[in-house]
């Protein structure tokens, strides 16, 4: 099978299939998921790949937990996975990291997903796909796609690194706290991410050259390491695809405000500071 772009147009996607060797995965909610789907598509809950315990719930599970869910899944080293969700493409956009993490560099994102999908008219079906098990195992979580606390603490202030902050104003601000303390990291930019989706389109990502340039305006560039972090790294896995459908040089901080704002050790900054 020819390499899939990145970013999938729903047409795209629908003029080929049915794709051999194919894994298409829609993390949409369940009841979502049962009024339609993508022909082929595979229900995935988002929740199996978070670890769910403080102080980083948004973190991976083990490694033999996500081996498991692969295996699950039937996932292979050839297998290109296709993905989509019903809110814009968080859960999507996590489950790209993920498998950047576990080394598997054969994806593609279906534009706005399911709602796209819908929007321009495209067949669904309703039954429920099973996978064909195998055997997966994860060994290791590969290094140059997430960023610890430790690691921008070091970072904070460099010319070459820059946070961007995908949740709300109010809690990047500090005015709405979920965690211990409120409000941002110092010197992180807020671009909430629900901002970059046109819901006119079903949810498909913003124009991507008008991006790029409110993204540099906000000094997201190419030339710096870019962290993204929400509260649990949901939000900010579509900042994360995002940025990587841009060519930017994305790091997730999967450990996010969670982990953060619940540290009395790690520096805040409130208002606009």
């Not at 599970?61 to 498991?68: G, H, I, Q, W, Y």
């Not at 560099?105 to 669904?124: C, D, E, F, M, S």
């Not at 390491?225 to 999967?254: D, P, W």
């Amino acid at each position: 099978m020819t390499d899939l772009p990145l970013l999938l147009e729903p047409e795209q996607l629908a003029a080929m299939l049915p794709l051999e060797n194919t894994l298409i995965l829609d993390q949409s909610k369940a009841d979502c998921y049962a009024e339609g789907h993508i022909p082929g598509a595979i229900h995935l809950d988002f929740k199996r790949l978070q670890l769910g315990q403080a102080p980083t719930p948004g973190a991976l599970p083990s490694l033999e937990d996500l081996s498991a869910l692969f295996s699950e899944l039937g996932l292979t080293p050839d297998t290109t996975v296709i993905t989509y969700d019903d809110e814009g493409g968080g859960w999507a956009g996590r489950l790209i990291w993920a498998l950047d993490m576990i080394g598997h560099q054969k994806y593609a994102y279906v534009n706005g997903g399911i709602h796209a999908w819908r929007l321009a008219g495209l067949a669904t079906e309703q039954n429920a796909n099973q996978p064909s098990a195998g055997d997966y195992q994860v060994t290791a979580l590969q290094d140059g796609y997430s960023l610890s606390k430790e690691d921008i603490v070091a970072r904070i202030g460099q010319a070459d690194f820059a946070i961007w902050d995908a949740r709300s104003e109010a809690e990047y601000l500090g005015d709405k706290v979920i965690s211990k303390r409120g409000g941002h990291i110092p010197g992180a930019v807020n671009y909430e991410w629900t901002r970059g989706m046109d819901k006119e389109r079903g949810l498909r990502i913003n124009n991507l050259d008008d991006f790029r340039t409110l993204l540099t305006s906000m000094g997201l560039t190419a030339d710096k390491e870019i962290a993204t972090h929400c509260q649990t790294h949901h939000r900010s896995g579509f900042t994360y695809l995002v940025g990587k459908i841009l060519g930017l040089n994305m790091k997730a901080y999967a450990g996010s405000w969670s982990e953060w704002g619940n540290d009395d050790t790690t520096p805040v900054a409130i208002g606009h500071e």
